[in-house]
């Protein structure tokens, strides 16, 4: 407010002078605003508002900022400084503010985009146009609440009958088998940003009836197996940790009449290696698909603390500063595919620590040997299944919901519909429950690891059509264990000691 008076001149006048206090803010804070963002000088005088500057393109910007900022408080909308940062970033990036809103029944204001950003992301997932919408960026640019109020206002409105959140349980190396509680305890505090959410847009008490109603459900990525989803949004929240099958499965739940939005960002992936990341890899093969839109947010469109944006830049900046040259890829031939070296693939996720111990370190080849040896008895075709090793709280969680069975069990096969197989080429998942597994294991007088080899050759072929219901059926797909369990140096398992 104490600069130089410049050459430039801009005025912006308001039909109700009363309003100016209302634009300028306390102690004409969001002028300052405006003055440091455009480099000009910004007075009130009266009932217009000036401004000058060296500048004629950013005297006109600020300008346009300040008339939008008149506009909204004419609707009497109250300019706090996310309205007056959101203005101005409108205009640095060529777009004055969006004129449709999201209006939800029973909220004074209407949700309102705040970034260019935004609002190609609103409009994408209330349009018709994309069923498949990925929000891709950094945290508090407001994927996740753009994207729970979109599903609210379609669940308002009957356009779709429910609203699915997920998001994998996996956060800076924490497992939920070591967190303490029941199952619902074990993953709320994963959830509770997108409670929140839905708590601002609906209130606590129609939450908990649309919840009790089945409407609402928020649910880990573990609960989404064997599903199909239709006749609704589906958020996918935190998809940087999904891995590959994870993606690839959360995408093919997507049924008639529904719409899906994954957000995440790739520069927080908490896997043990981010190269395992689903995110980046779905970014990857499915941007020329038609019917899905991919946004792409920066720390510009951060709406926290505006110190949060330039940490982000920060963080950004160092990441591109530290990454070497790639170096040029050694030529190897392909190896030939016969039907020695044919196999399922099989992406493995480890979700209780204990896993780790049974199989070591190098627990993907050694998972990698078993399926090999069931492959031989089969003929893969590039087909491939997920094989989660997890604990009795999720098995027990996924035996509640499919099976109505509140308890769990060594292991949970989930073969995949028809539909799925023939298009995706999946036969569909395998969990196993580490805590049964292992006092299992301590009961029978087996070795866990083999224990665990039967159980997953168990698994994958329940995934392959085989089954114990009837007599005969049993014993054809036993005998088949036994001979593959043979292959690898593991005694019958169904042998019974006097």
Not at 235 to 244: F, G
Request: charged share 25%; aromatic share 6%.
């Amino acid at each position: 407010m104490t600069r130089r008076r410049k050459s430039e001149e801009g005025r912006v006048a308001l039909t109700n002078p009363s309003l100016v206090p209302l634009v300028a803010g306390p102690a004409h804070r969001n002028l300052t605003l405006v003055e440091d963002a455009f480099g000009v000088d910004v007075t009130a005088q009266g009932g217009d508002i000036l401004v000058h500057g060296d500048d004629p393109v950013s005297v006109n910007q600020a300008r346009e900022a300040l008339q939008s900022l008149i506009e909204k408080a004419e609707t009497g909308m109250s300019l706090g400084l996310p309205e007056v940062r959101s203005a101005i970033t409108f205009v640095r990036a060529g777009s004055r503010v969006r004129s449709g809103a999201l209006a939800l029944p029973g909220r004074r204001a209407d949700i309102k985009p705040r970034t260019p950003t935004q609002s190609v992301y609103l409009d994408a997932l209330m349009g018709g146009e994309f069923d498949l919408v990925f929000g891709v960026g950094p945290a508090g640019t407001g994927k996740t609440f753009l994207a729970v109020a979109v599903a609210v206002s379609m669940l308002l409105e009957g356009r779709v009958s429910r609203v699915v959140v997920t998001r994998p349980a996996v956060e800076a190396g924490e497992r939920l088998g070591f967190l303490p509680g029941d199952l619902e305890e074990k993953v709320d505090p994963y959830l509770q940003p997108i409670w929140d959410a839905f708590k601002t847009l609906l209130g606590a008490a129609q939450l908990e009836r649309r919840k009790a109603a089945g409407e609402i459900e928020v649910a880990p990525l573990a609960f989404m197996r064997g599903r199909t989803l239709s006749d609704a949004f589906v958020i996918v929240d935190e998809a940087q940790n999904t891995t590959r099958m994870q993606m690839k499965m959360l995408l093919t739940r997507l049924g008639e009449g529904s719409r899906m939005a994954v957000n995440g960002d790739p520069s927080q992936i908490d896997l043990p290696r981010s190269s395992d990341s689903g995110l980046p890899h779905a970014l990857r093969i499915l941007r020329r698909v038609d019917g899905m839109k991919i946004v792409h947010f920066t720390a510009e469109d951060v709406v926290r603390h505006p110190l949060v944006g330039r940490i982000v830049s920060a963080y950004e900046r160092e990441m591109e500063e530290s990454i070497p040259a790639p170096l040029p890829a050694p030529i190897t031939p392909e190896p030939a595919m016969t039907e020695a070296t044919t196999s399922f693939d099989v992406d493995v996720q480890i979700e209780a620590e204990g896993w780790h111990q049974v199989f070591g370190p190098d627990f993907e080849a050694q998972i990698g040997k078993i399926v090999h040896a069931a492959s031989h008895h089969f003929e893969p075709a590039g087909e491939s299944f997920a094989l989660l090793l997890t604990s009795d709280a999720i098995v027990q969680g996924l035996n509640a919901q499919w099976r109505n069975k509140d308890q769990p069990t060594n292991v949970l096969s989930f073969p995949a519909p028809e539909t799925v197989h023939a298009l995706e080429k999946t036969l569909g998942d395998v969990a196993l429950a580490y805590e049964t597994c292992a006092r299992e294991a301590q009961e029978q007088g087996k070795n866990l690891k083999d224990h665990a080899t039967h159980l997953l050759v168990h698994g994958l072929l329940h995934l392959l059509g085989y089954d114990h219901e009837a007599e005969d059926d049993a014993a054809e797909m036993e005998g088949l264990e036994r001979e593959i369990l043979a292959g690898l140096g593991i005694a019958d398992p169904y042998q019974t000691h006097d």
